[in-house]
């Protein structure tokens, strides 16, 4: 059933609600674990502080090197897994090494960060992208409950994934020298407890997520005169759009694409119980840390057009409301679709208050 025009009975979003309390439920226990067994994780860690030393390797030697490159390791090198012959010291690591720390981790630093000056500077110079035409006071409903649910919910995961693989990756450069081995310590096992655990979960609530919203972001001929003017800035004309318009398309399929493939090589480094060997390990590692680098300096974009950047954009991700002058402006097409759906915010206002239904559904929820 398409619900973009559907017209909705008061009493049946009670049954969306429900939904929605479930999956913050099931959120807000996945949390709890995941924090729990990072604080017991460093619970024990700090308990015997010297253990790590106690079964440290010693350094490799130069002649240890030169047998390894030279195909000649012992047994005492070798894998202790089941009929394995990888030896546990090889020029495979050092190359992946060597990838990790001399390129990916500087460059995607500085992708990050020139990404942030930009914005910046965007906000600096242009500011906020506000209504042309004043607020009409009439409401149509864009995101269901459901879906906002999804939404923040995705958001969040994402925004903790990426502050832990930052940390993980860039971390030991700023809060050791600032704090000091003992909070490191600390810091590092909790961070990468929750981007363990907490990885597999955004995966499958992203492929939920995408699934829900892929007839809203199928792209159409005027979304590729929408990408060319900039959305607008280029010519200062209004340009048609959608449900979604050319950038929000372009995010989506950004995360389809790239967010996917650093989903499924999370999933590699997460379970090495497959018979993935260390080669795999490594091209795996490489590839998350590559996109999802990426992903985070496009992110930025995305977070700041949808709060600072557009006026009224956040509100329809908080109350699920539009005003029509911002439908117009924005995604006119769609507002051709839905117009005859408008509310009156004080009749919006009343009927959340009462707990009734909000009004009829201006958006796909499955």
């Known amino acids: 059933m398409n619900l973009l025009t559907a017209q909705a009975p008061a009493a049946v979003p009670r049954s969306g609600k429900g939904l929605a309390l479930g999956i913050w439920r099931f959120i ?20 015997d502080p010297d253990r790590e030393m106690t079964t440290a390797a010693p350094g490799i030697t130069a002649d240890q090197w030169r047998q390894v490159r030279s195909g000649e390791t012992g047994p005492n090198y070798r ?29 995607g630093l ?41 939404h923040w919910t995705v958001a969040t995961l994402f925004l903790t994934l990426a502050l832990t ?27 990468k407890l929750l981007h363990n655990y907490l990885g597999p979960i955004f995966g499958v609530l992203l492929v939920i ?37 050319g950038g929000e398309k ?29 080669d795999t390990m490594q091209w795996a590692n490489v590839i998350h840390a590559v996109g999802a680098l990426g992903i985070t300096a496009v992110s930025l974009g995305h977070i700041y057009i949808g709060t600072l950047g557009t006026e009224g954009a956040l509100e329809a991700m908080t109350t699920g409301y539009v005003d029509e002058t911002w439908a117009k402006e924005h995604h006119n097409l769609w507002y051709e679709e839905v117009k005859d759906q408008t509310i009156p915010e004080e009749e919006v206002a009343a009927r959340k208050s009462s707990g009734t239904s909000a009004g009829p559904s201006a958006t796909r929820t499955s």
């Open 28 to 47: 807000a226990v996945a949390l709890v674990l995941a924090f729990s067994l990072a604080f017991a994780q460093v619970a024990v860690a700090q308990a």
């Open 79 to 107: 894998d202790s897994r089941h009929d394995s012959n990888y030896s546990l010291i090889n020029s495979s690591g050092e190359t992946w090494r060597h990838i990790r720390n001399r390129w990916v981790s500087p460059f």
């Open 110 to 150: 500085i992708a990050i960060g020139a990404t942030a000056a930009l914005i910046t500077l965007f906000y600096l110079i242009v500011g906020r992208k506000d209504l042309e035409a004043p607020r009409t006071g009439r409401l149509i409903l864009r995101w269901s409950l459901m879906m906002r649910a999804l």
């Open 165 to 191: 693989g930052l940390n993980l990756l860039f971390g030991k450069f700023v809060f050791r020298t600032l704090f000091g081995d003992a909070f490191w310590a600390w810091m590092i096992a909790a961070s």
């Open 209 to 245: 997520m995408l699934v829900s919203l892929i007839k809203e972001n199928i792209p159409k001929w005027h979304d590729w005169e929408w990408i060319k003017k900039g959305g607008g800035m280029i010519g200062k004309k209004h340009v048609d759009a959608g449900f979604a318009n």
């Open 250 to 278: 372009g995010w989506y399929w950004i995360l389809a694409s790239v967010g996917l493939l650093v989903v499924a090589s999370g999933f590699v480094l997460d379970f090495p119980n497959f018979d993935q060997g260390r």
